[in-house]
């Protein structure tokens, strides 16, 4: 993998790549259809060099992510989810993407750990939660792992009180092209050769002995799993409750 140095000013760049066996720092546009960018706005990934203006980054101190954490407690639907308890809970975030769902419950006071498969969106991630951490106190109630979920649930062993499952929802392509941020995570996930796990997440975590399960489903799918112990519904998705 490539990463464009723009920025000379990179001392945390090594340590958020870390789980890159194989990297290659140029000082000029690389010749190659994906690569990382590292300029003054941080880490960025190119996932298609004929259109560079559609850069990935994360930027968790301003635009809409930063609205909604300001804004936390108006997600009514987040907190039904979680349920009442004035306790601080231990969240297991089984498909952590782009964190904005770790952010929300890091913002109403709970403590996370955050698992993502990919390489390159936990490489954004932690880049964003390094240049953030000073402005988000929040996030040293965050920990954020490159793994595939299974492994590091059974691997850390903790008492969770909720996990919490947002896998891709088999969406249209044309909802895809029109939101930018699924259409990269799609993309990336395609370069990474990282398929669906062939037993829905859902179905293994329902299979230990948990305390509670969030599982976001669009809105309108049917139910597959007949354990449901409650709803929570949106405009768009909905959280399936099992206790
Ligand atoms: C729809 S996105 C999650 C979005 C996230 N909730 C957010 O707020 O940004 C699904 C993510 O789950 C990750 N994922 C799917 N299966 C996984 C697994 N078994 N282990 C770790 N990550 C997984 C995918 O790589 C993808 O980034």
Redesign the pocket.
Known sequence: MYIYIVEKNNFLLKENLANFSELEFVNEIPNSNYYFVYDTDGLSFIKDSTHPKEALNLDFLTGAVDWRMKRASHEGNIKKALGKSDKQLLIF??????????LIFLSLGHKVVA????KI?YSLVKDAVSRAEKKIPELKNLILIN????N?YKSISKDFDAI?I????PISKKYIKKSGK?ES?KKI?ELEN?K??SQP?IEIFLDTNYKKIIF?RPLKQRNIYSNINYQVFGKTTRFDIFL
């Open positions: 975030d089984s498909t952590a993407g782009l964190l904005t769902d770790t698992v993502e498969q990919s969106l793994d595939n979920s299974i590091a919490y947002d896998p891709m929802f699924i995570i996930l990282l669906e796990d997440l976001k």
